[in-house]
């Protein structure tokens, strides 16, 4: 027990890579042994998928600006519509309609990142929560997308028609966003906004032009959410307002705090736990929202890393103190030592 | 290569308030290049103000400031510091959640087109390495890859220092750097200090007078917002006004 544990703390690199392979390989076995495919498949895999992905769109700005955006939603429907529009309006193939999607969900994420630049904290949750219900009654109004019925039928491909491929052209898109999160994070500009995120005046008086780096992560992130709106639009078979509304926006949040809002991966974890209870929850009560929102709720009170959260939590358990934490705990004892000594000589010298 | 005879600082009739309080009143001054000077004062004369104005934090109610000669009172932070101006702060604002050398190598000065590398993995390349004889120098090789959280008070003022020294400023600010050292770091934070590049120029502030006077040519006294008192370390120690600001005592040339 001991060495597996010294090589897991040895082994960190290693190990980070270790738990999206074992969840990669369970995911692309999963249609294969499960009972009823046909059920599984599109409403716990696909779902959990997009789900997934616009969650780490929201998840990547938290962890690495610190910022909590309301609007990875929007960029998501915007993507989907964007390819809902060149398909059933224009008429234009999948392979047009695609690149077509992600550059109107990335476009929409730099304007709002212009609009929002110079806001923080829930300054920020509150305009990006406005812009997505900007967006939403526009949608719903507006005759080019065919206001509140929406675009339909989106045809999915020939070679994507049938259910198993659809699952796994979804899921090689997760692991592009993946490890396109994971990239950027490693690079000089991923160090820059975890600067930025703990302490802008110091990046300014750097020489860092902050907000030229809270764009280039917003825009980056809106990117990422623009995948999910392509599975999210075949998977519907159409894009209408209610992937706007509000309660998409909360769907997606509550996916992220379950996964834990610092942690790329765990969005998948928090996806399927939220489309299980989305499913199966009516089975045991008729307020199946309100369980959700009971389980939301906990979630933030005894998780506040949410689930993948709680798995750091166990392995604290586990490690021993580090040096370095022990040579703290001594350093922290004898301070409060010589600060109380040093007030009761005070006490005598008054 | 000629010293020019521009000065690294001109700051002309500066004033700061907040609310009702002047921070600051007036302050004119004019430093050269290559120049050591120390700012000292009790505290809330507004010397921490003063940086803050000259480093673009907030804006002056009025006056101008020059570096080099060229006008920057309306520049922000980011434009000042690639010019050549780097400042640490009073209260250490490090990047708290990243390791020693992370801190280091976001401060590394900025190139041009920088662009491109950006997007580059960090580990490899001659930034990395860089970072890291910035580390070593100010002595923190032990704790390259400490998160800075785990650092001492001590240890933290140095990675402060190593990154102001990373963007290979022409004007050097420091706030207090020995605040909170321990007598060994102050002794090796004023050999660093001596022995820093001659060309440059820098604005010391500092309680502890034995540095501030050592290291200095030049020192100048502030008090409730106005300078007060200018002159050399000798000048300021024979100083009568300086005593009684300071309550007699603290002034002490053993
Ligand atoms: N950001 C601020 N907002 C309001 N008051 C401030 C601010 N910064 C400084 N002050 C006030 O300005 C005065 C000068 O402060 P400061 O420049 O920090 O003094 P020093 O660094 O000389 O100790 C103090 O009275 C302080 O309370
Ligand atoms: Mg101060």
Redesign the interface.
């Known amino acids: 027990m001991k060495s597996v544990i010294t090589w897991f703390r040895n082994n960190r690199v290693l190990v980070s890579w270790l738990i999206p392979v074992i969840v990669l390989v369970v995911a692309i076995a999963f249609p294969y042994f499960i009972m009823k495919p046909k059920f599984w498949v599109p409403n716990i895999g696909i779902k959990t998928i997009w789900l997934g992905i616009s969650a780490m769109s929201l998840t990547f700005l938290n962890r690495y600006l610190g910022l909590l955006s309301l609007a990875q939603v929007a960029v998501s429907a915007m993507s989907a519509y964007g390819i809902a529009s060149a398909m059933v309006t224009f008429g234009l193939d999948w392979y047009i309609a695609i690149p077509i999607g992600l550059a109107v969900g990335t476009l929409l994420a730099a304007i709002i990142a212009i609009i929002s630049i110079r806001t923080v904290a829930i300054y920020f949750l509150m305009i990006t929560l406005a812009i997505s219900q900007v967006i939403y009654s526009w949608v719903s109004q507006e005759v080019f997308v065919n206001g509140r019925r929406g675009l339909a039928p989106v045809r999915r491909p020939e070679f994507l028609l049938e259910m198993n491929n659809f699952y796994f052209f979804a899921l090689a898109i997760a692991v592009f966003a993946y490890l396109a999160c994971r990239y950027?994070a490693?690079?000089?500009?991923g160090?820059?906004l975890?600067?930025i995120k703990?302490?802008p005046?110091?990046?300014?008086?750097?020489?860092?032009?902050?907000s030229k780096y809270r764009f280039w992560a917003i825009t980056f992130a809106g990117f990422i959410a623009s995948l999910a709106g392509i599975i999210m639009v075949f998977d519907r078979a159409q894009a209408d307002p209610d992937i706007v509304s509000l309660n998409s926006t909360l769907d997606v949040l509550i996916v992220a705090v379950l996964g834990g809002v610092t942690s790329i991966g765990g969005v998948f974890l928090g996806g399927l736990v939220f489309t299980l209870l989305d499913n199966f929850a009516s089975d045991f009560t008729d307020r199946s929202m309100t369980l959700t929102g009971v389980i939301f709720v906990l979630i933030l009170l005894f998780a506040p890393k949410g689930l993948t959260g709680v798995w750091e939590q166990l392995k604290g358990v586990f490690k021993k103190p580090s040096s370095?934490?022990a040579a703290?705990d001594l350093?922290t004892i004898a301070k409060e030592a010589v600060d109380t000594s040093s007030a009761k000589t005070k006490g005598k010298n008054q | 290569m000629a010293i020019s005879t521009t000065p690294a600082l001109e700051i002309s009739e500066i004033s700061r308030r907040f609310g009702g309080l002047r921070a600051i009143k007036s302050a004119n001054a004019s430093i050269a290049q290559g120049e050591r000077v120390s700012i000292i004062g009790t505290n809330g004369a507004g010397k921490s103000t003063l940086f803050n104005v000259i480093a673009g934090l907030f804006p002056p109610h009025s006056g101008y400031i020059k570096l080099f000669g060229e006008e920057i009172t309306h520049l922000p932070p980011s434009k000042r510091a690639r010019k050549g101006l780097a400042r640490t702060f009073q209260i250490s604002k490090l990047f708290s959640s990243l390791s020693v050398i992370e801190n280091v190598y976001i401060a590394l000065k900025q190139t041009k087109y920088a662009g491109a590398s950006l997007m580059l993995r960090k580990t490899k390349g001659n930034r990395w390495d860089r970072a890291r004889e910035l580390v070593e120098q100010v002595g923190l090789a032990s704790k390259m890859d400490t998160i800075v959280d785990e650092l001492s008070h001590g240890e933290q003022r140095q990675l402060e220092l190593a990154m102001a020294m990373a963007l290979e400023p022409k004007l050097l600010m420091l706030d207090e750097p020995a605040a909170g050292l321990s007598k060994a770091e102050r002794e090796s934070l004023t050999k660093m200090l001596l022995e820093l590049d001659p060309e440059i120029t820098l604005l010391l502030i500092e309680h502890d007078m034995e540095i501030a006077l050592r290291v200095a040519s030049r020192v100048i006294v502030m008090h409730d917002g106005e300078q007060v008192f200018e002159g050399t370390p000798s000048e300021i120690k024979a100083s009568q006004l300086v005593r009684d600001i300071y309550l007699g005592g603290s002034i002490d040339d053993d």
């Open positions: 950027v490693s690079t000089p500009f160090l820059s975890e600067g703990d302490s005046d110091r990046m300014r008086a750097l020489g860092y032009s902050v370095s934490g703290k350093k």
